[in-house]
């Protein structure tokens, strides 16, 4: 089974993802996480570039750098695992793609769907847990944890945390349109909640669909 966590940074993906699977592995699954992008030798480099890089970057050379990094986690890691019966948990997957490259950044949606297809080879999550919050206060959140004021060309952010408010709201609202074209595969939660009530709320969504995580 693969599980996905979207939402803009600070949303609080990371947390979520460790309790989540703590609580699968005690349930007496195999569980892996992996973050986007990343995961193996070739794609932590890729990681690198995108994330650390101080030279500007163009859209699609951000949108094709993401793509490699994950076909090759899909093909080396993420396939085989969940071949093997393992349950995959991923911070981050393709909606991020749509949501920064596609909505935050204005590439092409269309465009995007046939990009993201090679990468993944079609493969889908089976639920997609998404943290809505704010950016104002997700940002702030980033800004606390590295206890830094609050500006956006501060260096010591990374180079997707200093795109700016403006770029948050537009990432934001293209997960809703996501959202609201499938709603079927995601679960939205309310990231301003208490850790342990998004974490209850994620352990029953999974209960209610899959009997899993019970
Ligand atoms: N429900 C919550 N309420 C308040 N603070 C939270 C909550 N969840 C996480 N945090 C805090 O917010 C910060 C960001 O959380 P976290 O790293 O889990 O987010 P993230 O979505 O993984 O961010 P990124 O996309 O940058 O990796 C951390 O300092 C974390 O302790
Ligand atoms: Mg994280």
Redesign the pocket.
């Known amino acids: 089974m693969l599980i996905t966590f979207e ?10 993802i460790k309790k989540l699977a703590s609580h699968l592995r005690h349930k007496g699954r195999e569980v892996l996480t992996l973050r986007e992008p990343g995961g193996t030798e070739v794609a932590e480099k890729i990681r690198q570039i995108l994330l650390e890089s101080r030279s500007d970057i163009t859209p699609v050379g951000e949108l094709l750098l993401f793509s490699a990094s994950r076909a090759e986690l899909v093909a080396e890691v993420v396939r085989p695992a969940l071949e093997q019966g393992q349950t995959v948990i991923l ?1 981050r997957f393709f909606d991020s793609t749509t949501a920064y490259q596609g909505y935050g950044r204005g590439l092409d949606i269309e465009m995007l769907r046939t990009v993201i297809s090679i990468s993944t080879g079609a493969l889908s999550p089976d639920i997609t847990f998404y ?1 809505d919050i704010l950016p104002e206060e ?1 940002l702030i ?2 800004f ?2 590295k206890s830094l004021p609050l500006a956006f060309e501060s260096e010591e952010l990374d180079r997707m945390e200093r795109s700016g408010l403006e770029f948050y709201r537009k990432v934001r609202e293209g997960y809703r349109k996501l959202i609201e074209a499938e709603p079927e595969r995601f679960v939205r939660i309310n ?5 342990q009530e ?1 974490h209850q709320e994620i352990v029953r969504s999974l209960r209610e669909r899959f009997d899993e995580g019970s």
């Open positions: 939402g803009i940074d600070g949303a609080g993906k990371s947390t979520q911070d943290l997700s959140r980033k606390s944890e990231a301003r909640l208490k850790v998004i």
